[in-house]
C-alpha cells in the first residue's frame, strides 16, 4: 500500500521540478561517464565503470522513489483548512511549559520540512503530539530525551 504524502501545490511543483533536473541533468551525465568508463577497456576490473553503474542505480532509484510521492501526492486546499484545532498547514504557536520559550512551527509534509524556516514534518513527534488540540490545550509530547509540555497559544493557516 503506497504511503499518502499530502502537500502543498508549492511543495509538489519543487518535487516534479528535482525530478525533471535529475532526469534531463543528472542521468545524462552518469551515462555518458559509463560510456567514457566503458571506452577504457576492460570492463571486468574496470573500478570507475563499477563507480558510475552504482551512481546511476542510486540515481534511478531516487527518481523511482520521487515519482512514487509525485503519484501518491494529495494537494492540500488551503482555502480549505481549519484553525479551530492542530492540523497540517497551520502554523502553531506554543509556549514550552518549563521554559516558557516561546515558538512558532508550521506543520507541513515530510518534504517540506525545514527547521531553520520554522517548518516541521507532520511526522515528527512533536508535529504528532499537537495534532487535534485546540488553543488553551497542554499538549505532553514524549520524545527521546523526556516528557516536552507545550501549551497552545495561536492557531492560524500557515
Known amino acids: 500500500m503506497a504511503k499518502v504524502s499530502y502537500m502543498t ?17 543528472e542521468r545524462p551525465k552518469i551515462s555518458a561517464q559509463i560510456a567514457e568508463a566503458r571506452d577504457k ?7 570507475e565503470y563499477d563507480a558510475a553503474k552504482e551512481a546511476q542505480g542510486m540515481l ?3 527518481i523511482a522513489k520521487l515519482q512514487e510521492k509525485i503519484r501518491n501526492a494529495r494537494v492540500i486546499d488551503e482555502s480549505q ?6 492540523q497540517i498547514m497551520n502554523k502553531v504557536k506554543l509556549k514550552n511549559i518549563k521554559n516558557n520559550a516561546v515558538m512558532e ?23 504528532k503530539g499537537l495534532l487535534g ?12 530525551n523526556g516528557l516536552l509540555e507545550f501549551e497552545i497559544l495561536d492557531i492560524t493557516i500557515g
Not at 501545490?9 to 541533468?25: C, F, I, S, T
Not at 517540506?112 to 513527534?125: Q, R, V
Open 9 to 25: 501545490e508549492e511543495g509538489l511543483k519543487k518535487l516534479k521540478e528535482e525530478v525533471d533536473h535529475l532526469v534531463r541533468v
Open 81 to 86: 483548512i481549519d484553525t479551530s484545532s492542530v
Open 41 to 47: 577497456g576492460d570492463l571486468s576490473e574496470n573500478a
Open 105 to 127: 512551527y508550521m506543520l507541513v509534509a515530510e518534504n517540506e520540512a525545514d527547521l531553520k524556516a520554522g517548518k516541521i514534518s507532520i511526522e515528527t513527534p512533536i508535529a
Open 133 to 144: 488540540k485546540k488553543v488553551g490545550d497542554i499538549a505532553k509530547i514524549q520524545v527521546p
Open 60 to 62: 534511478e532509484m531516487k
